[in-house]
Structure formats: structure tokens, C-alpha cells
């Protein structure tokens, strides 16, 4: 170690920049003969003038000096090893040099002395632990104990307190210099003021835990406003349902109708026809009382009373005309499966035509009630992979507004076509109406979630927003084209992506 020290010491050709051991000031120093140490300029015109004076001071200034000179011939592990991170001090650095044991000042540079107010000498008796906050002294010592064991100790911040009696967070390198025979001498601190910076920290911290705060909050929010939307679209998809209801009710209930009344005719009918082969079967077994003339009489007046030609005639169409009405129940009954559950995703084979029709079935009783054609322009489509029940639900929600729209206007011979074509990757389909049309100024609405045009109780405004969402997860858009003197025209695009 004694020929290392002295290889670091007596080096006479490298010049470098290294602080004044009086005030810490960085400057160009060159190597000189051991105990004179690097000073300022400042600080040396200082120490003349201190050598002059005659003061009861002087003797403890030059016992100060003296510690002074002594500490030049210490070394660092650095020195002998230079460690990563290291880093020379920076000007506006603060120094000291503490007793290893009790963590007493044995020197301040200038700068130090005046932050800490204490006049030159008198802090040769004093210990840093005094100028640190009570709750950070425990930290320090075993800090700078470790600092005697390893070495060095980076990015130690400790409160001290400063001018205006307050507290100022400081960062503190501190470095153990060994004297030659490898005991430690003393404790080097670099102290830079970083009050600013870590109450910037703090700041940001405090503004951070509010961020989390606002955003678990909004997330509360945002899950609640989630639940009042599935409520709503679940009263959307009742709406739905309860005009499917009408419709369906219209629809079954006419050949529903004609079937029950066709029963009863045929159940009177037929009863009569039994009677009549009884007597026949009764008379050809001679099991009837009374003479042959009496039978005939009241076969004759059976036959007058059944209107056996009537029958003859009508009987089988009676009976053709039941069975149509009750497969037109069986064929709406079937179409219903599509819509037993609105709330159905799962994903299958589509057909885009036969989804169509189903809704058209529906709104069957609609449509004859206010005399609207529906003109069916069908293309050639392959069948895609979707969710059927949400398909269904987009096409019942765009005829009935073009139903609504149609009923608004008051035309007497409302039209709503429906055409479907492919293009290239993407299937089209497009819902045109005679109605009352969208005016300019709210049709970029239209498709805003509890928007609607339609009288209070009418509409929840959802139906759009639910197409909408719809099409978007199918990977598809939708768009809208409307006039309020000539209808509006819906257009549906969905991708041929899995398609059949």
C-alpha cells in the first residue's frame, strides 16, 4: 500500500482538476511535495493573512491547519482502485471530513460552514449527527459505519437542517481515506443540496396517488355505467321482443283462428256422417225396427239435413285449408327459434337471406297494417360465420325504424326494400325506406347511445348504438344515408371471412 501511495502522490506529469480541501472549489492542480495539499488561490491568500493575525483564535486556526495538512497524506480505496460511479465533486458541492468513531467535523469547506452558520473553529467540537434530523441519526450511523467497513457509500440523503432554521434534503457521498499504514483517517462527505428535486419527488408522489385514486374512481364509475347499459339493452332487447310479440300474435292468431273454426265445422260434420253410416251399417244388418220404408225416410232426411253434395265439395278443401294454417304456425314457430334469445352470441353458420325473412315474418302484422311493401332484391351470398341472434336483432332493429319512419310520414303506400349483393371481401346489405327521413342536423348522432327522434316511451335510443356495436365486433361497418323527403338507406358491410 506504502508503494502505491507513494506512486499516486509523487506523480509528476499528469495534471488534473481536483477540489481546494479548504472550500471544495474545482481546480487545476498540479502535483507538489507531500503536506501542502491542493488549495485554492482564495483560500491560501486566507491562510496568509490568518498566519499574520495575532488573535486568541490563531493558535486553534493553526491547530486547524495542521489537521488540515495531514489529511493530504490519506488516500481512498478509489485512489488505489478506482471504483465505477465515482464522481469527482461538482462545483456547489459542499465538504467534510468527520472522525470515524464519533462522527465529529474535523474540517468544513467554506460553503458548508456557512449553510450550517457556524462560524470558523467552533465546529471542531461538534458532530453531523447534531445538524440531522432526529429521525434520520440511526440511518446515518450505520451508514457512514459502513462506510468505514467497505469503503464508500453513494446517494445517501439525509435531512440537515440549514439557514432559516429549515430542514434542506441533502445527497451525501461519503468515502473512507485510509492513512498509509491502511487505518481509516477519516470520513470524506461530498453534500449536495437536493430539497428541490426530492420535493418534486414528493410532489409528484402525492399527485401520482391522486391519479390512482381519480382512476379507480372512474373505473368505479365506469363499471357502473357498464351495468346501467346492460340494463338498458336488455330493456332495448324487451322492446324488441314485445314488438315481436304483436307481430307474432297477429300472425299466429289468424290461421289459428280459421283452423279452430274449421274444426268445429268438421267436428259437426263428421258427427253427422257417423250417424248416417250407423243407420247404413244398422240397415244393412237388419237390426232396425220398423218396416224398410221408415228406414229410407230417415236416411233420406239425414242426408237432406248434412247437405251431402255441400260436403262432397267442400269437406276436402275444409281440411286442406286447416292444415296450411296450422304449417303456417309451424313456420313462424320456427322462425321464433332465432329469436327465443336476443342475448345469444354464439357463433355459427349464417344465412343472411333466411335472417332476413325471419324478421320479416315477424313484423308480418306490421307491415299489412300499414300497407307496406317489402321488395326483396336478393344477390348471391355465401354463408358467413356470426352470431345469429345478434344478426337477427340488427335487421329487426332497421325494419322497424324504417316501419316507424314509414308511419311517421303518413304514406298510404309505404315501401321499404332490402337488397344484398357481394363485393369483392365484403357482403352488403342495404334497408331502403319511403319514410320521414333523418335531417342533417342530428344525423351524426344517430348512432350516440339514448339518442332517439321517437316521442318519449317510444324508444330508449339504443337500437342504433346496439347495431352499431354489433357490426363493429363482427369486423363490419354500417353507414346511413338519409333525406327527409325521400327515405332513408342503410348500409351494412361485413367481411366474407370465414364465410361458406
Not at 117 to 129: C, I, K, M, T
Not at 165 to 178: P, T, V
Request: glycine share 8%; charged share 25%; aromatic share 4%.
Amino acid at each position: 500500500m506504502e508503494w502505491i501511495f507513494c506512486r499516486v502522490w509523487r506523480l509528476e506529469v499528469m495534471a488534473t482538476r481536483i477540489a481546494c480541501v479548504q472550500c471544495g472549489k474545482l481546480i487545476e492542480w498540479q502535483p507538489v511535495p507531500a503536506g501542502e495539499g491542493p488549495t485554492c488561490a482564495e483560500c491560501l491568500n486566507e491562510a496568509q493573512e490568518r498566519g499574520c493575525d495575532s488573535s486568541p483564535t490563531s493558535s486553534s486556526r493553526a491547530a486547524h491547519r495542521e489537521v488540515s495538512l495531514s489529511f493530504e497524506k490519506t488516500v481512498s480505496r478509489s485512489m488505489l482502485l478506482p471504483m465505477p460511479g465515482v464522481v469527482p465533486s461538482a462545483p456547489g458541492e459542499m465538504i467534510c471530513r468527520l472522525e470515524p468513531e464519533s462522527l465529529r467535523y474535523l474540517d468544513l469547506s467554506k460553503n458548508l460552514q456557512e449553510f450550517l452558520r457556524l462560524p470558523p473553529g467552533e465546529f471542531l467540537h461538534q458532530s453531523l449527527l447534531q445538524h440531522l434530523h432526529q429521525d434520520d441519526r440511526d440511518l446515518a450511523e450505520e451508514e457512514l459505519r459502513q462506510v468505514c467497513e467497505y469503503g464508500e457509500r453513494n446517494d445517501l440523503v439525509l435531512r440537515i437542517k440549514g439557514v432559516a432554521e429549515s430542514w434542506h434534503f441533502m445527497r451525501i457521498y461519503a468515502q473512507a481515506r485510509y492513512d498509509p499504514s491502511g487505518s481509516v483517517n477519516h470520513i470524506r462527505c461530498n453534500l449536495k443540496d437536493v430539497t428541490d428535486r426530492v420535493r418534486a419527488e414528493q410532489e409528484l408522489s402525492r399527485r401520482t396517488e391522486k391519479l390512482i385514486a381519480a382512476n379507480k374512481q372512474l373505473r368505479q364509475m365506469n363499471r357502473k355505467l357498464k351495468e346501467a347499459h346492460c340494463r338498458l339493452v336488455q330493456s332495448e332487447k324487451l322492446a324488441a321482443l314485445g314488438t315481436l310479440a304483436a307481430g307474432v300474435a297477429h300472425e299466429i292468431n289468424n290461421p289459428l283462428a280459421f283452423a279452430i273454426n274449421n274444426t268445429m265445422v268438421l267436428t259437426r260434420d263428421v258427427t253427422e256422417l257417423f250417424q248416417l253410416v250407423g243407420l247404413l251399417q244398422q240397415q244393412a244388418a237388419g237390426d232396425l225396427p220398423g218396416s224398410a220404408a221408415e228406414l229410407t225416410t230417415t236416411i233420406s232426411q239425414l242426408a237432406d239435413k248434412m247437405d251431402l253434395p255441400y260436403l262432397r265439395e267442400n269437406l276436402p278443401r275444409l281440411i286442406d285449408s286447416t292444415y296450411k294454417g296450422l304449417v303456417r304456425v309451424a313456420r313462424i314457430v320456427e322462425k321464433l327459434k332465432g329469436f327465443a334469445r336476443l342475448d345469444r352470441s354464439e357463433i355459427g353458420e349464417v344465412d343472411v337471406h333466411e335472417s332476413i325473412d325471419q324478421c320479416l315474418v315477424m313484423l308480418g302484422d306490421s307491415l299489412s297494417r300499414l300497407n307496406i311493401a317489402v321488395e326483396r332484391r336478393f344477390g348471391e351470398l355465401p354463408r358467413i360465420r356470426a352470431a345469429v341472434a345478434h344478426l337477427n336483432q340488427v335487421f329487426l332493429n332497421l325494419l322497424v325504424n324504417g316501419i316507424d319512419a314509414i308511419e311517421a310520414a303518413g304514406h298510404r303506400q309505404g315501401r321499404i326494400v332490402v337488397a344484398t349483393r357481394r363485393s369483392g371481401a365484403e357482403i352488403g346489405i342495404e334497408v331502403n325506406d319511403n319514410g320521414s327521413g333523418i335531417s342533417p342536423e342530428i344525423l351524426p348522432r344517430i348512432f350516440d347511445p339514448f339518442f332517439t327522434t321517437k316521442p318519449p316511451g317510444k324508444g330508449t335510443g339504443l337500437g342504433l348504438s346496439i347495431c352499431h356495436g354489433i357490426i363493429s365486433e363482427h369486423g363490419g361497418r354500417i353507414e346511413v344515408d338519409s333525406n327527409p323527403d325521400t327515405g332513408t338507406c342503410f348500409r351494412i358491410r361485413l367481411p366474407v371471412q370465414g364465410a361458406f
